[in-house]
């Protein structure tokens, strides 16, 4: 990495950070540091979210400091060029490319950092720094302070007197996606896309849950992304109930779901796109039942992404529907001893019993109220996304659920999961793990499904899966 790929887009942001500031601020980050794999091998390195955003700088050890209504707002601190070093670990830009193509106004070796921030900071009152991320960072700056103060008792000038976290300002930035950032996560959905059609028309019995997994990540791969956004899950029968499973080594079996979890990562911008389908190509009676259930509160909670929909009313959506449709099929049913059992764990007082003549909307209500079907359902309809897969931005403002406005983009993803040995569900559901995973952009005019490329009516997913063996 000798320059980066979208200089624009990290100037525009760059400029929005420095607009969002009040005067006398500055803000401060620092790149994520190398994580061992094992003994002396290293995962392969990822820039810190924040710090890429802002510089498209890929590399560790790095410093930026951004200081508002400067004559120099943008400095970096990064690593030297140095021939030895390079032969081993790539091409540095080091200090002179951080200027020349990185745009910054003025950088230095990494090592210079302790011993020119003192000056760097005078004049400045607030600094957006995560203070207790990392302990050599803290002392660092705490360092740079002290002797910034020594200095001001001669010059007079303000310092740094008050530490504030990046995210307040930072990730409500991020939040809302410009034009530019939606161009790659269309991409990245588009990869992503192609990839899950790739796998579904491979799948049969016998086919492993990993051979999937390496379809996926080596699609992603091939047609330009980083590499999967996250690890990617492959599971098969009753592995899919297990929400984040990833070992993805058993094989598929005939009469089985496998509910497949995977997003590439393109340019930093990931998507997330969860799909579930019959190993064998047609969906049991009972698979089918649960699946088209999970399918209408996802479309019906897709469809609530407007402008002025708060997270927590898409969330109930998905829960209404999800409950109600578990009541019909005998997944959920009044019962006192579970719902004491269930007021248990909540800080509620247990309502008054049902009476006997209780209608569906009635038991509907009670099973939402103390929340029995998290006993299938058991997690958030959706996250935001972007740089980070569970990308940054509060989901509470004022006191209340974050309302969706034009720009966010969000996953909508409900499910359920009944475990192969929960003897309260119905035999027939046992064992049946479904999530459904769409990445959708609010906008003025209503949601836009990012990954609409890929199937998930039950017709249009039965004619896929296996497609590559009939052709053959």
Not at 94 to 110: L, Q
Not at 326 to 351: N, Q, S
Not at 357 to 368: G, K, N, S
Not at 395 to 402: F, Q, T
Request: include cysteine.
């Amino acid at each position: 990495m000798t320059a980066p790929r979208h200089p624009d887009l990290h100037r525009a942001h760059r400029r929005r950070l420095l607009d969002a500031l009040q005067p006398g601020d500055a803000v401060l980050l620092f790149a994520s540091p190398h994580h061992i794999r094992s003994n002396d091998t290293e995962y392969r390195y990822r820039p810190d979210s924040d710090l890429w955003y802002l510089t498209g700088w890929e590399q560790p050890e790095c410093a930026v400091l951004l200081r508002k209504d400067a004559a120099q707002p943008f400095l970096m601190f990064v690593q030297p060029r140095n021939p030895e070093r390079e032969t081993w670990e790539g091409r540095r830009p080091g200090p002179e490319g951080a200027v020349a193509r990185f745009g910054a106004d003025a950088a230095w070796p990494y090592d210079e950092l302790a011993t020119r921030l003192p000056d760097l900071l005078m004049g400045y009152r607030d600094l957006h720094y995560a203070v207790a991320r990392d302990a050599d960072h803290d002392q660092l700056v705490i360092g740079a302070i002290r002797a910034a103060r020594r200095k001001a008792r001669r010059n007079g000038l303000d310092v740094p007197d008050a530490f504030i976290d990046p995210a307040r300002v930072l990730h409500e930035l991020r939040l809302f996606k410009s034009e530019a950032e939606l161009e790659l996560m269309r991409r990245a959905a588009d990869i992503t896309c192609q990839a899950h059609r790739l796998a579904m028309a491979m799948t049969a019995p016998g086919v492993a849950e990993y051979e999937l997994e390496a379809a996926l990540d080596g699609a992603f791969r091939r047609m330009g992304g980083n590499g999967p956004g996250y690890s990617t899950i492959v599971g098969g029968g009753a592995n899919a109930t297990i929400l984040h499973y990833v070992e993805n080594r058993d094989p598929l079996r005939d009469g089985d779901l496998v509910c497949v979890d995977a997003g590439c990562e393109y340019d930093f911008y990931t998507a997330d796109i969860t799909r579930t389908w019959p190993v064998n190509g047609r969906f049991s009676p009972a698979q089918r039942q649960l699946y088209q259930l999970v399918l209408d509160a996802q479309l019906a909670a897709i469809d609530r992404v407007r402008p002025g929909v708060s997270h927590k009313e898409i969330h109930d959506t998905t829960v209404a529907i999800l409950t109600r449709g578990m009541v019909r099929l005998g997944l959920l049913a009044y019962d006192r001893a579970a719902e004491e059992e269930a007021v248990g764990k909540l800080e509620i007082e247990l309502p008054d019993p049902l009476p006997d003549d209780a209608t569906e909307d009635q038991l509907v209500d009670r099973l939402i109220e103390t929340e029995r079907y998290k006993r299938y359902y058991m997690h958030g309809t959706g996250h935001w996304l972007g740089i980070d897969v569970h990308d940054v931005g509060a989901y509470v403002a004022l006191g209340d659920s974050r309302r969706t406005q034009p720009g966010m983009v969000q996953t909508i993803e409900p499910g359920l999961y009944v475990a192969p040995d929960d003897e309260q569900a119905p035999e027939r559901f046992r064992g049946i793990g479904i999530r459904i995973e769409d990445d959708v952009l609010c906008t003025e005019a209503g949601p836009v499904v990012l990954t609409a490329g890929v199937p998930k009516a039950i017709e249009e997913i039965e004619a896929l899966v296996g497609s590559e063996l009939r052709a053959r």
